[in-house]
């Protein structure tokens, strides 16, 4: 064991008793949530206040739906920036794909995916799920057909001017969704105060913008996590 | 909920040993994955108690005995940052051994071809 090696040791000793000692001080959870805070409030009042029984979706595209136009945007840049590394390769044949057993196996495996991907992203208000989530299993669709397939089968199928159409889209219907309010007078972003009907609390059709800026930030994030997969998986255009 | 923190701080530590000691960039990736991972189970821990039921409003179950929502939310928008720096992390790994032939941060510079 280097010197080197024995100091960081010894730091993260150090370090971590002072995290236990700050954490054993934190309050209890029980205890935070009765004080009449912010947890409390959305407790009591998110289904009146947003149409949404998900009170996780409610609290990400409602109460804090601003910053997660910041998050859609943070997805954005990733991608931009891995597409900017990679800027200069050239398209070059990755691979054959795997045998046809593989491939039979994904043809059917492929409805069932989308199936899956589009129930997470639709019923995101009413029970565990969302966007992101849906949008990651979309992206995963794609990741598949490049692995099982070869990138070229997937390039075919879902070209890039697709993939950056519907993320461009995602963010332009959610920034679009936002802008209703602007138009009633009402905050940005906001959503039952900005007209949006309430629905049948609890069935797919409520919670006002909810689920449509769950398919937007769905569109995004699958869209954009299967360009930044695609342009890594590209091979050195000089080897 | 102390052994819950006890293996955050496990988790932290091992990822942070890891960023600072590892001399291969796919493994210091990997340690700065570790520590996110030990981030958001801090999250997780601090949203949760003895008994407590998802926050979803559902007939029988009582506002009292839902965790807290709001560090579930932003546990999802430190998953979301996560996935977006850790693929730039791993796309300029890969533009770093393409050209220097190695993912080993003390052997670059030495093999000019």
Same mark, same amino acid.
């Given at each position: 064991m280097t010197l080197g090696k024995t100091a960081t040791l010894a730091f993260l000793v150090i370090l971590a008793v002072l995290l236990f000692s700050a954490m054993g001080a934190l309050p209890e959870t029980t205890d935070r949530m009765e004080a009449g805070g912010p947890t409390w409030h959305i407790l009591r009042s998110a289904v009146p206040d947003?149409?949404?029984?998900n009170l996780v979706t409610a609290v990400l595209f409602d109460y804090r739906a601003f910053d997660t136009l910041g998050e859609a945007t943070v997805i954005f840049t990733a991608v931009a920036g891995v597409v900017l590394v990679f800027a200069r390769e050239a398209m070059v044949l990755s691979?054959?794909?795997?045998s046809p057993l593989a491939k039979k196996s994904m043809d059917i495996l492929t409805p069932f995916i989308a199936l899956l991907g589009f129930y997470v992203i639709l019923f995101g208000h009413i029970s565990p799920g969302g966007g992101f989530q849906g949008g990651v299993i979309l992206a995963s669709w794609a990741i598949l057909v490049v692995l099982i397939y070869g990138i070229r089968t997937e390039e075919d199928v879902l070209t890039g001017f697709v993939k950056m159409f519907l993320e461009s889209a995602g963010a332009l219907l959610f920034v679009a969704l936002g802008a209703v309010a602007l138009i009633g007078?009402?905050?940005?972003? +906001?959503?039952?105060? @900005? %007209?949006?009907s309430p629905g049948?609390?609890? +069935?797919?059709?409520? @919670? %006002?913008?909810i689920p449509l800026l769950n398919v937007a930030i769905g569109l995004k994030v699958a869209s954009g996590l299967a360009m930044m997969f695609v342009t890594m998986s590209k091979k050195d255009g000089d080897s | 909920m102390q052994a819950a923190y006890l293996a955050v701080i496990y988790l932290f530590c091992l990822g942070l040993y890891c960023v600072v000691t590892e001399k291969n960039l796919i493994k210091i990736a990997m340690g700065f994955v570790i520590m996110e991972a030990g981030v958001l189970l801090f999250l997780v821990c601090l949203a949760s108690f003895p008994d407590g039921v998802p926050p979803i409003v559902l007939e029988?179950?009582?506002?009292?005995?839902m965790v807290d929502p709001i560090p579930h939310a932003l546990s999802l928008t430190a998953i979301v940052i996560g996935a977006g720096t850790t693929g730039y992390m791993l796309s300029l790994i890969i533009r770093l051994y393409r050209q220097?032939?190695?993912?080993?941060i003390d052997r670059m510079g030495r093999t000019e071809q």
């Open positions: 947003t149409g949404a029984v691979g054959k794909g795997l007078g009402r905050e940005f972003l +906001s959503n039952l105060a @900005a %007209g949006f049948d609390v609890g +069935s797919v059709i409520s @919670a %006002g913008s | 029988g179950v009582t506002s009292s005995s220097a032939g190695t993912v080993r």
